[in-house]
Nanobody, 122 residues
Framework: QVQLVESGGGLVQAGGSLRLSCAAS????????MGWFRQAPGKEREFVAA????????YYADSVEGRFTISRDNAKNTVYLQMNSLKPEDTAIYYC???????????????WGQGTQVTVSS
């Protein structure tokens, strides 16, 4: 049974930083791409960042490029999202997901975590 468990969310002031983690179990973590998505209140879930199985390739939404960094530690079965220079518009529930390819399309991902809340105050 595949499980993805996010952690690291919380309340932070604008300009601050948070690091999200997503711990995976149930299948060979190093064989799959990982993605981060977010859903703000009243909005659809959107792509944030993705990373290839090896970590060699990363992709970002324009809205977070230069501020967020996705990384992974295959020895720890964990993917991270370092979020710097946070803005109130980054407030959302953040989800990790795994799939065959590090792409934007949500339907390409097989399993999803339960999400972690990030709130950025102005």
């Amino acid at each position: 049974q595949v499980q993805l468990v996010e952690s690291g969310g919380g309340l932070v002031q604008a300009g601050g930083s948070l690091r999200l983690s997503c711990a995976a179990s149930g299948r060979t973590f190093s064989s799959y791409a990982m993605g981060w998505f977010r859903q703000a209140p009243g909005k659809e879930r959107e792509f944030v960042a993705a990373i290839s199985w090896s970590g060699a390739s990363t992709y970002y939404a324009d809205s977070v490029e230069g501020r967020f960094t996705i990384s992974r530690d295959n020895a720890k079965n964990t993917v991270y999202l370092q979020m710097n220079s946070l803005k109130p518009e980054d407030t959302a529930i953040y989800y990790c997901a795994d799939g065959q390819k590090p792409v934007v399309a949500q339907y390409e991902y097989d399993y999803w975590g339960q999400g972690t809340q990030v709130t950025v105050s102005s």
